[in-house]
């Protein structure tokens, strides 16, 4: 059964709309900067086309990357790094739940109205559903962390730490950035939808440049470059 291209219905070519959906979801730029930016390519769209082919293809995109890069991470059931911010939507505190690896990959994020057990164990079961048990779990002192941890039976594979959750705390700096680009949240729903792809876009491109040379970088960079030019393609 050949699989039919989900551009088929649009007069704008893939390589466009795969280059508007990166710019936004990438850089903390709104809608309308990636309408200029794409201007002085020569392209001409409106912001609200910009808006409809991020709501559209966005989530698509992510779901194979993450699909991808599940299939292929062997190692990040070794250590995990939990944690939760909270997001203002309409002047009403919500929490972003994270669940980072060892090596600052964003595995899993989910938003609820509080940061009690239960929301932890959903939380958990819903991450290791998709992940597996990790073998260590690094939280910060929230009890909601442990009285979750002991109900599933992972109580022993908990540290907690002053410093030892720095890798969770830094992970969602770039959230935050984006957040402050899109000047914050009107739904829990749009917060749900805007973070996990968020996560699964910047885990795609995020080639931390300090622990590499340069020729190895601008390689790693390249092929994550053109896996997402062939993402979707029929």
């Known amino acids: 059964m050949i699989k039919s291209s989900p551009f088929r219905y649009f007069k704008t070519s893939p390589e466009v709309i795969r280059l508007a959906v990166m710019l936004y979801i990438r850089f903390p730029l709104s809608l309308r900067n990636v309408e200029d930016l ?16 991020w709501h559209r293809f966005g989530p698509m995109f992510a779901a194979e990357i ?6 292929g991470m ?26 980072v690896d060892h090596e600052g990959e964003v595995l ?5 109205r509080t940061r009690d057990k239960t929301a932890a164990l959903k939380f958990l079961k819903k991450a290791m559903r998709k992940h597996g048990r990790p073998e260590v779990i690094v939280t910060d002192r929230l009890r909601s962390y442990g009285a979750a941890l002991k109900q599933i039976g992972a109580a022993d ?15 969602r ?10 000047l914050r949240f ?16 910047y885990n795609h491109f995020n080639q931390d440049r300090s622990l590499s040379t340069r020729p190895d970088f601008k390689l790693n960079r390249a092929a994550a470059l053109a896996e997402w030019r062939g993402l979707c393609a029929a």
């Not at 993450?66 to 299939?71: D, F, M, T, Y």
């Not at 899993?108 to 609820?112: C, G, H, K, L, T």
């Not at 594979?157 to 992970?171: C, D, I, L």
Request: proline letters at 1%; hydrophobic letters at 40%; one cysteine or more.
């Open 74 to 99: 062997k190692s990040s059931c070794w250590r995990w790094h939990l944690d939760e911010v909270f997001v203002k939507i309409k002047d009403e505190r919500r929490y972003l739940w994270q669940a």
């Open 186 to 201: 009107r739904r829990m729903r749009s917060l749900q939808k805007f973070a996990a792809v968020h996560a699964s876009v």
């Open 66 to 71: 993450k699909k991808r890069r599940i299939e």
């Open 157 to 171: 594979r908990q540290e907690t730490g002053r410093w030892a959750n720095n890798r969770a705390e830094n992970s």
């Open 38 to 53: 794409l201007h002085k390519r020569g392209v001409d769209v409106s912001h609200e086309a910009v808006r409809f082919w």
């Open 108 to 112: 899993e994020s989910f938003v609820m």
């Open 173 to 182: 700096l770039p959230f935050r950035r984006r957040e402050r680009a899109m």
